[in-house]
């Protein structure tokens, strides 16, 4: 039944953290079109990396060995929307669960739009590297087509799927002003969540020696967002500000 589907190159059984407010599993698909130099998924992101896979039937036996348990599963990755059988593997994994959300860089705009209109996903998480514009392709690492995250970012809003926006917060590439012009451009009925870079594992070797900010510099970058969106804060913390009514 799983003849063809992407490979399953990670899986995590139960977490809390990937999809908030559900406890769920989350599998890893490899490849990705970004080369963030920051990534601590080099062993997904880059080629040549003869990581095992994961068989379906381990992940499908987990799934319905904890049926009323587990409420929700990610997909993420790598980059999922680059694998051209995606659709079908979320079809057989809804089979299983009850929910199932994408991570996405966003970078491809017309898969996330398939998906949701086959109903596959209930929602998303998008990536934003920078702020739009000359500094999203340095945070990525590659030439960023810049409409292409815009179409994805309208994309969801449009919808009003359940999603969340994301930026992990790294020195030398943010600033607050750069958090801030995110915000801008998310909009104020929109929600950001600042994650913590950590040195490990970074596809640039370089990266390994830079020191995250401080929690507090964090917080008070996502009190300068929280003008601008419904709500801004750092992961595992609440809100800067509470949502708009």
Known sequence: MNDGLPPIKGFLPTTLIEWEGRVSCCIFLPCCNFRCPFCHARDLVLPGMDLDAIPFSSVVGHL???????????????????????ASLIQELRRHVPAIKLDTNGSSPDVVAALLDD????????????PLGEAYSKAAGVA??????????DLLCSRGVAREFRTTVVPGLHTRGD?????????????????????????????????PFP??????????????????????????????A
């Open 144 to 153: 960023v087509d810049c409409s292409a995250i815009r179409a994805t970012i």
């Open 119 to 130: 109903g596959l996903v209930d929602a998303v998480a998008m990536d934003v590297k920078a």
């Open 215 to 244: 929690r507090e510099e964090l917080r008070e970058m996502a009190s300068a967002a929280s003008e601008f969106v419904a709500e801004c804060r750092v992961r595992g913390e609440p809100s800067a500000r509470g949502a708009k």
């Open 64 to 86: 319905e060995a904890n049926r009323g348990w587990i409420d929700g599963l990610v997909v993420s990755g790598g980059e999922p929307t680059l694998q051209p059988r995606l």
């Open 179 to 211: 958090i801030v012009a995110i915000a801008r451009q998310l909009g104020s009925t929109e929600a950001l969540v600042l994650q913590q870079f950590a040195p490990l594992n970074c596809i640039d070797p370089l990266f390994l020696e830079r020191r």
